[in-house]
Antibody
Framework: EVQLVESGGGLVRPGGSLRLSCAAS????????MYWVRQAPGRGLEWVSS????????KYADSVKGRFTISRDNAKNSLYLQINSLRAEDTAIYYC?????????????WGRGTLVTVSS | EIVLTQSPGTLSLSPGERATLSCRAS???????LAWYQQKPGEAPRLLIY???SRATDIPDRFSGSGSGTDFTLTISRLEPEDFALYYC??????????FGQGTKLEI
C-alpha cells in the first residue's frame, strides 16, 4: 500500500526538542521531493520545510529557520524533522507530504500526521 | 509571497445541491499551478484537483476545477454526504514558499 506514516510527536516543554519521522512505503521514496506541512489547532495549513530527492536542496519557512532541520534516508525510506527550541506557536499536527512525481509542487500523498504540543 | 484568499469561509448547503468555492490569489499564478484539497476531521488532506482543472486519481467527476490567473473555482456538482468537509486551495507556481488558502468549511 502506498502510504506515509508519521511518528515522534508528543508533549514537550518550551525550549525542548523532538525528532519527527515519516516512514514511506509502497513507492520509490528516493525519487520524490518531500515536505513537512503543519496545521495549528483550528488553523489552516502551513508549509514548514522541504527536501529534494538527493537532499542537495532544502528550504525552510522563516518561522522555523535555524530551529528545525529536515533530512532523509532514502535507504530507509524515511523523512525526518528535528525540531529544537520549541515554542508554543509550534503546537500543531505535523504532516509529511509527497510532491508529485514531476516535481511541479502539488502534494499527491499525505500522512495522517503527528501531534506536537508545546506547553509547560 | 502569493496570498490566497478563499471564500466563503463557511458554505451551508444540502446534499444534492451544487457547491461553488472560490480561491483568489494576490498575484497571477504561473502555469495555473493551483491545487485543491479536501480535509475531513482527524484525517490528512486529500488531493482533489491540480493544475487548476485536472482531477487527481480516483476523484469523482462531480468535482471540477476552473479558473486562471488570479481567480480559481472548485465546483461540486451534486453534493454527497461525504463531501461535507474543509477545502483548501494551494498555489505552487510562485516563488517559494508554496502557500495555502485559509480554507472553506462546507457544512450541511
Amino acid at each position: 500500500e502506498v502510504q506515509l506514516v508519521e511518528s515522534g510527536g508528543g508533549l514537550v516543554r518550551p525550549g525542548g526538542s523532538l525528532r519527527l519521522s515519516c516512514a514511506a512505503s509502497g513507492f520509490t521514496f528516493g525519487a520524490y521531493t518531500m515536505y513537512w506541512v503543519r496545521q495549528a489547532p483550528g488553523r489552516g495549513l502551513e508549509w514548514v520545510s522541504s527536501i529534494i530527492s538527493s537532499s542537495d536542496y532544502i528550504k525552510y519557512a522563516d518561522s522555523v529557520k535555524g530551529r528545525f532541520t529536515i533530512s532523509r534516508d532514502n535507504a530507509k525510506n524515511s523523512l525526518y524533522l528535528q525540531i529544537n527550541s520549541l515554542r508554543a506557536e509550534d503546537t500543531a499536527i505535523y504532516y509529511c507530504a509527497r510532491v508529485d512525481y514531476y516535481d511541479t509542487g502539488y502534494f499527491d500523498l499525505w500522512g495522517r500526521g503527528t501531534l506536537v504540543t508545546v506547553s509547560s | 509571497e502569493i496570498v490566497l484568499t478563499q471564500s466563503p469561509g463557511t458554505l451551508s448547503l444540502s446534499p444534492g445541491e451544487r457547491a461553488t468555492l472560490s480561491c483568489r490569489a494576490s498575484q497571477s499564478i504561473s502555469s495555473n499551478y493551483l491545487a485543491w484539497y479536501q480535509q475531513k476531521p482527524g484525517e490528512a488532506p486529500r488531493l482533489l484537483i491540480y493544475g487548476a482543472s485536472s482531477r487527481a486519481t480516483d476523484i469523482p467527476d462531480r468535482f471540477s476545477g476552473s479558473g486562471s490567473g488570479t481567480d480559481f473555482t472548485l465546483t461540486i456538482s451534486r453534493l454527497e454526504p461525504e463531501d461535507f468537509a474543509l477545502y483548501y486551495c494551494q498555489q505552487y507556481g510562485g516563488s517559494p514558499p508554496e502557500t495555502f488558502g485559509q480554507g472553506t468549511k462546507l457544512e450541511i
